[in-house]
């Protein structure tokens, strides 16, 4: 076939194809234009989820009548010259939006320059200027696109319902909502107002707003800065997290971006506290120098090329890491001299709760679900009864043990010393509570969970000390893949497997002999977990794969290996328990983002008999 030179026409409904993909599509490009133009109140205005209409106003700067006709053109812009082309400070900057908008829909521009004394009226035709005339309007524009790929009805076919095409929309007003909260948004469907945000808003107030007061509530600071990178706003706790990512919103240099390197790192910050298939939403701003960053990937500008993305990375997880250690470390330590009057586990109980009331007997580990009648209970002096009462440990033997426990050292109790963070184990609920007291109030411990997290964190310092100890086979196994690929590929990690007491070498083109195993998962199937290392790291991103496949492997093996739901414990074994749990990182939740122990204050158990 001859080559031919495609018209005008064509090539602009090509190009039209890659900015406009949806009616969000065109509201992003809109209101990012608007703010280029320095708007304080950006006015959004849908009909049937933007396919009928989409109207953006704005009383940013305006454009002159010159400006106007220019401004349709393909390849005109005011916001660069060829010299900031790798630093590039502006939304838009390639001069393809009204273009590529204008050539599948209906366009009509009004604008008013600063200094001018009226205003111009652009009806927009075959991607040319067919009227333009004088009208009457405020400083600022207003651009008008009815009938969306009306010229194009095979592309209507490709657009979701209307709810799902207006959900997009009010997704991308959000979006530039959160970085610009010195704006006043306003977002309306028909006779429906779906927005309405004030301008000069803080940041904490517009992601209040936007993602709610529970959000805010369970919120985590985060401002970190080192020579080249900053990172600040908002994460959420390790308790608060969504079934999926639509509330994760990052930014880099006040730009909304999609990226898959800063959507790994959210996952691998965050992998100690919260279960696989869970989100933790966040509101995070990047800022780097315009010019190591690259947002002329793809004409969306959704996507962005970091020139040195380890950095990012790194400083992405360290500046996560740090606030949710820190955060944590504030929270679950319960010492007198740390715990605020409002404690995060303190609840407001504005109703009387059923109490149950032991029986109490001789036996030094007693159980709440026993009871017959409550016990009469007489004083014999006029000083008052203690709250509570440490019960001493006899020699007891423990049965139906499904784990031998092992705990690292001997602790010493003192039943005397209430001052413990988790104070002195008094009860053991149903053989899955741990119930403790200090001089602050009560505390139930969840004994798997709590233990689970222990031995999780006691493998996670081996691999890091590079001590985690491997088992070699007795009888070594060969594994066959699929491609020589994957073989050569598990060859060049092979050094970093080896830290982690993995063994292997090459026996034929596909084939793999497995010498050695860590001792953790010597029971585990070899086959499948060589074939899942093969198959789930990439070349570009073997770290954060292998570092996933590891913690996972250790998750599963915590669980496995730590004290049984429904397991007795004696006082001792308790004790020692809870003195593992102040000494233990991230101590707070299981491996599963579930916690593992709650405190409740004298002030809330008197609330519940009614002393308050």
Known sequence: MPIIRLSENTVNLIAAGEVVERPSSVVKELIENSIDSGAKNINIYLEQSGKNLISVSDDGCGMSQEDMTLAIQRHTTSKLNEQDITDIKFFGFRGEALPSIASVSKMTIVSKAFGNDMAYQLQVVDNKAANIFEVAHNHGTQIRVQDLFGCIPARLKFLRSDQRELAACVDVVKKLALANPQIAFTLKHGSSILLKLSANSSLKERIEFILGKSFMTNAINVDFINDYIKVYGYIASPTYHKASSEQQFIFVNGRPVKDKLLSTCLKVAYQDYIVQGRFAPVVLFIEVPFKFVDVNVHPAKIEVRFQDMMLIKSTLIKSISEALERTIKEQYNLSPDLLGPQDIFSHSLNETSKAYVPSYANEPIFSFNQINELPKITSTS??????????????????????????????????????????????????????????????????????????????????????????????????????????????????????????????????????????????????????????????????????????????????????????????????????????????????????????????DIEKLFKRR
């Open 382 to 603: 006029n000083k008052p009864l203690e709250l509570f009462t440490v019960i001493q440990e006899e020699e007891m033997p423990i049965s139906s043990k499904e784990t031998e426990i092992e705990f690292t050292q001997s602790v010493f109790i003192d039943s005397n010393n209430p001052e413990s963070s988790l104070g002195n184990a008094i009860a053991q609920l149903h053989n899955n509570y741990i119930v403790a007291q200090n001089s602050l109030g009560i505390i139930m411990i969840d004994q798997h969970a709590a233990h689970e997290r222990i031995v999780y964190e006691q493998i996670k310092k081996e691999i890091k000390q590079h001590s985690l100890q491997g088992q070699k086979l007795l009888l070594p196994i060969v594994v066959e893949l699929d491609s020589e690929k994957k073989v050569d590929f598990l060859l060049e990690q092979q050094e970093h497997l080896r830290s982690l007491a993995l063994h292997f070498e090459k026996v034929g083109p596909k084939s793999l002999r497995v010498l050695e195993v860590p001792r953790i998962i010597k029971s585990t199937n070899v086959h499948q977990l060589i074939h899942d290392i093969a198959d789930e790291v990439s070349e570009e991103e073997h770290e954060f794969s292998l570092t996933h496949l590891v913690e996972h492997i250790i998750e599963t093996y915590a669980c496995h290996h730590s004290i049984r739901s429904g397991q007795k414990l004696s006082v001792k074994e308790m004790n020692e328990l809870l003195r593992q749990i102040e000494n233990t990182p991230g101590a707070g939740q299981c491996c599963h983002g579930r916690p593992t122990y709650i405190f409740v204050s004298l002030k």
